[in-house]
């Protein structure tokens, strides 16, 4: 199997990326196409013992950065290394591709370059995120900031296909985020959707208050870009300020410290839980091919993980099945998607 | 100063609840005019030995439960508890109304009998929230599912009225809920009302991230209901989720317990410190006179620390302070409110 990697995507850039990719290759056994300026890539593998076996180049003399409006990858950017990959993916050069870049970017690349699955109108953003036990997939989490009822039923059927194929969980619980449980809560966005997700081809529980989200509420908690941008932040949030909170307690006098020192690796245990980096980033879900994101501050190691789940992603043929699963909707209900 | 409270309101009702105000007539110098039931309040005191000194009675058949609809308190139970408190609040019989009842029937119930200030279109609860210091006011949390700009620029008012006059921050910082920082960030709903705040007598700071709110974005979120809900209840499971996790560390073999035994008075006071229990509740906020909501779960401790809170409300004349700040707008602007 062979990922194309944007190697400028991203704080830490080219050198995590090619790191990760080294890694990849080693141990997962994929092929990569990076995109990028060579003799940058060249250099800076060179200069830090990177091998780059098992690795392409193709070359990409610009970089499209956070600061850049996202449609300039359409435009003035559209040269950038992550345009390229972008395109080779749609030309069949490779099985998946992975960025760490600007994720609207991205979409915006993804949709223009690769192209939406038919019957699909947009694409989401959706990271797997940890909760109690495991993890689930939160989707949309702020490609599409104003959604129809439509848009959440497709999140719902794509978020199914990926937790299924990619994380092996079976018949996964969909759940539509809510602010209560019953079925009249909620605005009209919900109402309607909650309709279309009860007669769908996914395993819909109904409605989940966000309150139950991280103690395993769902395995697929589908929500609007802006309120499952909210979810994502705010859970970031709670728990870096809690853990915050807890590094205080445990670094607070001598007695403390040594609660600390017996506790130690529990603690970094659950942090290492907690932290949705380790997950390696968020698939950008309804695009023709596999497309995945990783975080901007990637380190080598959750660019192999990103990787390991890019191949996933291809391997699990996610969108061969959610291509069957819209075009049988489709079949059934007419033209309403 | 005399508070009126709704003695069947939540699931320790009456015990809890007399107990409670037990203690406000005893700490806080408070007088109490409790409605429900006379002869089970006068039955339940008895049994437990709690002094009803300092408290009057007003004799209500009936009491409005989770299960009851809303607007079930201006028809089938315009008799229970509740009702009877806010009309004698209408009637000024007292200075403020305490419930720990059913939230909807509350916010429908001030509504009706007590009225809004005027030039205010919709009532918000707005819990007071713990932070990484301190605190904030989620305003609206839930009682508006739907809003419109102008409605997300009086929340913004009246919880900078609120945060200066009961909980004394100077100045307070006004936030607008949204997915990124920058002005164009959001849909409609938060363009407008980013547009409306920026031009209001608040110290409005611009948007700000989920991410943000835990530590110390600001000193009012301002939100719609249905983004305010979702941080409300998300902000509790995460910090519950996450908080049995380190218990779950501290009881798990010798050594682990051994450390928690020296850390055991640090994590109860971070427990202590996040859980927005301990803040007594939320004000009804609009409402022309002080209606306050305590949890359903109140113990006699929070009953008293809400008891504290609304007659802080009253004492700071935040409706006053709102009604004129109103005023003020409707004078500048014309009639769009």
Redesign the interface.
């Known amino acids: 199997m062979r990922i194309i990697v944007d190697a400028f995507g991203g704080d830490n850039a080219p050198l995590e990326i090619i790191k990760g990719c080294a890694l990849a290759v080693e141990e997962l056994g994929l092929t990569i196409l990076l995109t990028g300026n060579r003799q940058e890539i060249e250099r800076v593998a060179r200069e830090n013992g990177v091998s780059l076996a098992g690795m392409e180049i193709a070359d990409a003399p610009s970089v499209i950065t956070m600061e850049d409006d996202p449609g300039d990858i359409l435009k003035a950017k559209k040269d950038c290394s992550m345009a390229e990959g972008l395109r080779r993916l749609a030309a069949g050069e490779g099985d998946g591709f992975l960025s760490g870049g600007n994720s609207g970017a991205l979409v915006v690349g993804a949709t223009a370059y690769v192209k939406r699955i038919k019957g699909i109108r947009r694409a989401a953003f959706a990271p797997v995120m940890p909760?109690?036990e495991g993890c689930f997939m939160l989707i949309d989490s702020?490609a599409n900031?104003?959604c129809r009822p439509e848009m959440l039923r497709l999140f719902g059927i794509m978020g199914s296909v990926y937790m299924q194929r990619v994380m092996h969980v079976a018949n996964p619980r969909v759940g539509l985020?809510n602010?209560g449980v019953e079925p009249h809560k909620?605005?009209?966005l919900q109402h309607e959707a909650y309709e279309l997700l009860k007669n769908s081809p996914v395993h819909f529980i109904g409605n989940i208050?966000?309150?139950?989200?991280?103690?395993d509420a769902a395995d697929v908690v589908v929500a609007d870009?802006?309120?499952g941008?909210?979810?994502?932040?705010?859970?970031?949030?709670?728990?870096?300020?809690?853990?915050?909170?807890?590094k205080g307690?445990?670094t607070?006098g001598l007695?403390?410290k040594?609660?600390?020192a017996?506790?130690l690796p529990?603690?970094k245990q659950?942090k290492k839980?907690?932290d949705y980096n380790e997950y390696g980033g968020a698939p950008v879900m309804g695009i023709s091919k596999p497309v995945f994101k990783t975080h901007g501050s990637a380190t080598a190691k959750t660019v192999k993980n990103a990787l390991r789940l890019t191949a996933a992603y291809a391997q699990g043929d996610v969108v061969g099945e959610i291509t069957k699963a819209v075009a049988a909707l489709a079949e059934q209900g007419g033209t309403a998607l």
């Open positions: 909760k109690n702020g900031v104003e985020a602010v909620g605005g009209e208050e966000a309150r139950d989200i991280p103690m870009g802006f309120t941008n909210v979810i994502l932040k705010l859970y970031e949030g709670v728990a870096l300020t809690l853990m915050g909170k807890i307690i445990l607070k007695k403390n040594l609660a600390a017996l506790i529990d603690i659950l839980q907690m």
